[in-house]
């Protein structure tokens, strides 16, 4: 086992800090609520996990829905990530980041015409294609460029990732990718089309996985595929896994680090060794999920005849996790962490019941006033977050070391209503 890393949210003399900057200081400058990222930890989720499947060549595809603000993607353009898109607004942003287009994987169910347009123009890496009909139009949009698309078939596995449902991806009832059974005939087909180049499968099993078993599972359907289009006479240069390592949340999972990720990877991928395959990956909450935190305020406590409330500045708008999903974030007050706990509800101003950060937390009783840090929230974070409630997206600071940089401002109301008109 390896042990966790050491966060970069630490205590120091009492006040929570981001690496070398006090949390209550950007709440001070910047207002809360606030995202805060540290670049350190960025920087080593990114490396551990390269180094993880050295020896191996691979090719690591940031999964850029995790996280997609411009700074956060410019760190990662900048040790050599690769991206994974979901649509052509997220190539854009990796382009805008500094990103390489010929490092991008496309993936999705629902790309349109004008997205492989621009995809091809901008010379991506790979289409992940997921059904026979999208092949046949991306084959047509290919040919009118006179272009050829690399496609990666995108196959559901049929692996129970053992994830929430929401986020669990490679069963035959979700709706991603095409089933083993169709994949190889469907691949011979394709490989006959003058517009693309087939080059490899992916899949993509689910979301949060703390297992490395359904991964291996995944990985031997995929090498049994490959080893029979050979056969076939289809010959395949790449293997895309997709993403899904689980984080911890401080909820008590045992996560696997991403050293095992890679041992069990190695193992899976063993009978491809000698023939010269590509091994790709799409991490997206592993690269990003314990380098940033949403800093909120207490505005009011109060309590009814059920329950404690604590009631925050931020709301499930700015951090939708924990009402989609049920899921945890930790906790802690930014100043003074020794006080004894109570029992609480930590609630947002949003006009749902939905709208919850934690439901019967032991957590120290806080002040009015208060910052509270909750963290593991740089993944499905900000990328997630609406203007419902008609409220302002929050800003985003980069700390690194002493110092730190807001690397998106806090929207302002004209932004908020800017393109509308009345009719
Ligand atoms: C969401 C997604 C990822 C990233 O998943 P994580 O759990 O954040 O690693 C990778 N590939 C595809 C196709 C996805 O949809």
Same mark, same amino acid.
């Given at each position: 086992?390896?042990?966790?890393?050491?966060?970069?949210?630490?205590?120091?003399?009492?006040?929570?800090?981001?690496?070398?900057?006090?949390?209550?200081?950007?709440?001070?400058?910047?207002?809360?609520?606030?995202?805060?990222?540290?670049?350190?930890?960025?920087?080593?989720?990114?490396?551990?996990?390269?180094?993880?499947?050295?020896?191996?060549?691979?090719?690591?595809?940031?999964?850029?829905?995790?996280?997609?603000?411009?700074?956060?993607?410019?760190?990662?353009?900048?040790?050599?990530?690769?991206?994974?898109?979901?649509?052509?607004?997220?190539?854009?942003?990796?382009?805008?980041?500094?990103?390489?287009?010929?490092?991008?994987?496309?993936?999705?169910?629902?790309?349109?015409?004008?997205?492989?347009?621009?995809?091809?123009?901008?010379?991506?890496?790979?289409?992940?294609?997921?059904?026979?009909?999208?092949?046949?139009?991306?084959?047509?949009?290919?040919?009118?460029?006179?272009?050829?698309?690399?496609?990666?078939?995108?196959?559901?596995?049929?692996?129970?990732?053992?994830?929430?449902?929401?986020?669990?991806?490679?069963?035959?009832?979700?709706?991603?990718?095409?089933?083993?059974?169709?994949?190889?005939?469907?691949?011979?087909?394709?490989?006959?089309?003058?517009?693309?180049?087939?080059?490899?499968?992916?899949?993509?099993?689910? /979301?949060?996985?703390?297992?490395? #078993?359904?991964?291996? @599972? =995944?990985? &031997?359907? $995929?090498? *049994? %595929?490959?080893?029979? +289009?050979?056969?076939?006479?289809?010959?395949?240069?790449?293997?895309?896994?997709?993403?899904?390592?689980?984080?911890?949340?401080?909820?008590?999972?045992?996560?696997? /680090?991403?050293?095992?990720?890679? #041992?069990?990877?190695? @193992? =899976?991928? &063993?009978? $491809?060794? *000698? %023939?010269?395959?590509? +091994?790709?990956?799409?991490?997206?909450?592993?690269?990003?999920?314990?380098?940033?935190?949403?800093?909120?305020?207490?505005?009011?406590?109060?309590?009814?005849?059920?329950?404690?409330?604590?009631?925050?500045?931020?709301?499930?708008?700015?951090?939708?996790?924990?009402?989609?999903?049920?899921?945890?974030?930790?906790?802690?007050?930014?100043?003074?962490?020794?006080?004894?706990?109570?029992?609480?509800?930590?609630?947002?101003?949003?006009?749902?019941?939905?709208?919850?950060?934690?439901?019967?937390?032991?957590?120290?009783?806080?002040?009015?006033?208060?910052?509270?840090?909750?963290?593991?929230?740089?993944?499905?974070?900000?990328?997630?977050?609406?203007?419902?409630?008609?409220?302002?997206?929050?800003?985003?600071?980069?700390?690194?070391?002493?110092?730190?940089?807001?690397?998106?401002?806090?929207?302002?109301?004209?932004?908020?209503?800017?393109?509308?008109?009345?009719?």
């Amino acid at each position: 086992m390896t042990p966790t890393p050491e966060s970069p949210f630490q205590y120091k003399s009492d006040e929570l800090h981001c690496e070398g900057v006090p949390l209550a200081k950007i709440a001070a400058e910047v207002g809360t609520p606030v995202y805060v990222y540290s670049r350190s930890e960025l920087e080593r989720a990114y490396k551990s996990f390269d180094a993880a499947l050295e020896g191996m060549p691979h090719k690591v595809c940031y999964a850029v829905k995790a996280n997609s603000t411009l700074g956060v993607l410019a760190v990662l353009a900048k040790l050599g990530a690769g991206a994974d898109i979901v649509s052509y607004g997220e190539l854009f942003r990796w382009q805008k980041a500094g990103g390489d287009p010929g490092k991008v994987v496309f993936s999705g169910v629902g790309k349109t015409e004008s997205e492989m347009k621009a995809a091809l123009a901008a010379g991506i890496h790979a289409f992940n294609v997921e059904s026979e009909e999208e092949l046949y139009v991306l084959d047509q949009v290919a040919q009118s460029m006179k272009l050829r698309a690399r496609v990666s078939l995108r196959v559901n596995p049929d692996v129970d990732a053992g994830t929430h449902p929401y986020i669990s991806t490679g069963l035959k009832t979700n709706k991603f990718g095409i089933t083993m059974e169709e994949c190889r005939e469907l691949a011979r087909r394709a490989s006959k089309l003058p517009g693309l180049e087939i080059i490899g499968v992916d899949c993509h099993i689910g /979301s949060q996985l703390i297992k490395t #078993a359904p991964f291996a @599972d =995944a990985i &031997a359907r $995929l090498v *049994a %595929l490959i080893t029979d +289009l050979r056969s076939d006479g289809v010959h395949l240069t790449h293997i895309d896994i997709g993403g899904g390592l689980g984080i911890d949340y401080g909820k008590g999972d045992v996560v696997p /680090s991403p050293a095992e990720y890679g #041992a069990a990877v190695r @193992d =899976a991928l &063993a009978p $491809l060794a *000698a %023939l010269g395959v590509t +091994l790709v990956t799409e991490p997206g909450r592993v690269l990003v999920g314990a380098a940033g935190a949403l800093v909120t305020t207490v505005l009011f406590r109060k309590r009814n005849e059920a329950k404690h409330f604590t009631i925050v500045d931020a709301a499930m708008n700015d951090l939708m996790r924990p009402a989609l999903y049920g899921s945890f974030h930790p906790m802690k007050p930014v100043a003074q962490p020794g006080r004894p706990d109570i029992v609480t509800d930590v609630v947002g101003p949003i006009c749902e019941t939905g709208d919850f950060f934690a439901r019967d937390r032991n957590l120290p009783e806080l002040a009015q006033g208060e910052l509270l840090w909750i963290g593991a929230a740089g993944a499905y974070g900000a990328a997630m977050a609406s203007n419902y409630n008609t409220r302002p997206r929050v800003p985003e600071v980069l700390v690194s070391g002493s110092t730190y940089t807001v690397i998106k401002p806090r929207e302002t109301y004209e932004q908020l209503i800017a393109g509308e008109r009345l009719a």
